[in-house]
């Protein structure tokens, strides 16, 4: 009976709440398993491209497929669950604190290569027997085709735009993943700290009339240099920050500006996504007669912090990066928060364990970066 009744509540929180972006019928009905030898309940689903799913009404075997699907299982604490991961994973594990927070994760199967627009390897994904397949930044037919050729349910889920950290479709995503692995709980629990972190900061620099700000060295598909930035980026967005790269029009927030705007522009601070680091310092030491005409530079008011955009958005980072940067720019109002704890509280919540030390001995870390040695130094703006 308490079976029974498990059953029936879990269909109907997904009949009432699993659904993206539009409605769709759901409901319970009984099939043979995967393994052929006992039926099991199912439940149906929409995911995050409107596809109608039907998958086991109870999950504990899953794997994550495609850019940020993996961070999305390791938020809602379901790494037990996960079965096979992508070589991707195991290639580059640094750089992502839910794989830095989870080393025990690189010591599954390996379902397929990983990356943007690549497939997973059907066979190596029948072999460890999931129930579930979660997959991220995959078209409708490629979803279908993955199901189709495994006979295992593929749910899509999303990441939204992210230009700020209170995305609706990665926050539906948590919901739909959290629903369908019964981390219901855990979801609204991520969903609640994510928004009070965006209220908390919002609200501390409502109305002030900041500087304006540029941030360079942004990842996309590899590391790039000072030109590449986001016209949205989101802690700039939150902090209601003048991003002179705004004025910019942008499909997808990334772009490629030139010297020429930033010279023209001059913003009063300039931040380092770290990941571009090298590639800047590289660039300095060829060009230093461009930086040193840069006001930010003769200014002293050069900031690193810590790349966020690898292997989809790390919402940890981005987060405690926003911080950081309100630091820099208004000491004041920030006076009573320490950017190092903060990151690691918002990381151990988000990904399990406090990674920031990790993170920055990889990349540098929040501090003052001095172009002329490549130094990065922690500590608050020496001219706020």
């Not at 509540?9 to 052929?36: F, K, P, Q, R």
């Not at 409107?50 to 379901?78: E, F, H, Q």
């Not at 003052?368 to 500590?379: A, K, P, R």
Request: charged share 15%.
């Amino acid at each position: 009976m308490k079976k029974f009744l498990a059953v029936f509540l879990i269909a109907m929180v997904v009949a009432v709440s699993g659904c993206i972006g539009s409605s769709a019928s759901s409901g319970t009905s009984t099939a043979t398993s995967s393994h052929g030898n006992a039926s099991q309940q199912y439940v149906q689903i929409t995911d995050a491209l409107g596809r109608t799913v039907k998958v086991p009404a109870n999950v504990s075997r899953v794997v994550a497929v495609g850019p940020g699907a993996l961070r999305i299982l390791v938020y809602l604490n379901a790494t037990k669950d996960v079965v096979g991961i992508e070589e991707f994973e195991k290639r580059f594990p640094y750089g992502r604190p839910y794989i830095l927070a989870h080393p025990e994760l690189l010591k599954l199967p390996i379902i397929g290569p990983g990356g943007p627009g690549k497939l997973p390897n059907f066979e190596a994904l029948i072999k460890v027997h999931p129930q579930v397949i979660f997959m991220v930044f995959v078209s409708r037919s490629e979803a279908n085709e993955v199901q189709s050729k495994t006979g295992i349910p593929v749910v899509v889920l999303s990441y939204g735009t992210l230009s700020n950290f209170t995305d609706r479709e990665f926050f539906n995503s948590l919901l739909l993943a959290g629903r369908i692995l019964g981390k219901e709980k855990r979801a609204e629990n991520v969903i609640r700290f994510i928004e009070s972190q965006q209220s908390y900061l919002e609200n501390l620099t409502n109305g002030l009339e900041g500087p304006t700000v540029y941030v360079g060295g942004i990842g996309y598909k590899g590391a790039h240099g000072i030109t590449s930035t986001y016209t949205d980026y989101a802690p700039f967005t939150v902090l209601h920050l003048n991003n002179i790269a705004s004025k910019i029009g942008s499909k997808n927030g990334w772009a490629q500006v030139d010297k020429e705007f930033l010279l023209r522009e001059n913003p009063d601070y300039l931040f380092i996504d770290e990941g571009g680091l090298k590639i800047i310092l590289s660039d300095y030491n060829n060009n230093p007669s461009f930086y040193n005409s840069l006001k930010a530079v003769k200014k002293g008011h050069v900031y690193g912090v810590l790349p966020y955009n690898f292997y989809n958005t790390n919402m940890g980072i981005a987060i405690a990066d926003a911080y950081y940067i309100g630091k820099v720019i208004y000491p004041g109002r920030f006076r009573n928060i320490n950017p190092v704890k903060k990151a690691n509280e918002i990381l151990k919540f988000l990904d399990g364990k406090p990674v920031y030390g990790q993170l920055a001995n990889e990349f540098g870390g929040f501090g003052e970066v001095n172009l002329t040695n490549g130094n990065v130094t922690y500590g608050l703006p020496t001219n706020p």
